[in-house]
Structures are given as structure tokens and as C-alpha cells.
Nanobody, 124 residues
Framework: QVQLVESGGGLVQAGGSLRLSCAAS????????MGWFRQAPGKEREFVAA????????DYADSVKGRVTTSRDNAKNTVYLQMNSLKPEDTAVYYC?????????????????WGQGTQVTVSS
């Protein structure tokens, strides 16, 4: 049974930082491209970042580029999202997702498995 478990969310002031983690189990983590998405109340789920299974190539949404970094530790079956200079508009539930043997994708329908999400709230 595949499980993706996010952690590290919370309440932070604008300008602050958070590091989200997503621990994967039940899959061969090293062959999965990992994505991060977020969904704010009343809005559609949107792409944040992705890191590919081969070469760890990364991609970021324009809205977070320069403020966010994703990385992975295949030995720990974990992907990370380091978020700096947070803004109130970053407030959302953040989800990690896994895509087997695929390239990084901005489309949530391309991912095979999803975590339950972790809430990030940025106060002004």
C-alpha cells in the first residue's frame, strides 16, 4: 500500500520559512518523480514544484521561483520543500504527489499517488 505523508506545515509570519517533508512508503521511491501542489480555499489545486526521478531535475511555478527549493533523499524515501520569504498568498494546503518513471509535470492528473496534505498558513 502506497503512502505519502506530508509534515512540516504550520503558521508562520510573512517573510518566514518552512520546510515541508513528504515521506513515501510502499513504492520504489527512486523511480518516482515527486511533485508538490497546493490548494487554497475556493481555488483550484496548483503546481508548486517537481523533482524528477532521474537526474533530480527540478521545476518550479513562477509564483514561487527563487523562494522555494525542492530536494529528495532516496535513501530516506523523502522529498522536501524548502520555502523561504513566505507571503500570505502562499497560504494553502500543500500536497506531495508521486509519478512513476515520468518527467516532472505541472498537471495534477499526471501523478499516480497523493498525500493527505499539510496546512501552511502565512500571516501578514
Amino acid at each position: 500500500q502506497v503512502q505519502l505523508v506530508e509534515s512540516g506545515g504550520g503558521l508562520v509570519q510573512a517573510g518566514g520559512s518552512l520546510r515541508l517533508s513528504c515521506a513515501a512508503s510502499g513504492l520504489s521511491f527512486s523511480i518516482y518523480t515527486m511533485g508538490w501542489f497546493r490548494q487554497a480555499p475556493g481555488k483550484e489545486r496548483e503546481f508548486v514544484a517537481a523533482i524528477e526521478w532521474i537526474g533530480s531535475t527540478t521545476d518550479y511555478a513562477d509564483s514561487v521561483k527563487g523562494r522555494v527549493t525542492t530536494s529528495r533523499d532516496n535513501a530516506k524515501n523523502t522529498v522536501y520543500l524548502q520555502m523561504n520569504s513566505l507571503k500570505p498568498e502562499d497560504t494553502a494546503v500543500y500536497y506531495c504527489a508521486a509519478r512513476r518513471l515520468g518527467k516532472g509535470s505541472k498537471s495534477y492528473s499526471d501523478y499516480d499517488y497523493w498525500g493527505q496534505g499539510t496546512q501552511v498558513t502565512v500571516s501578514s
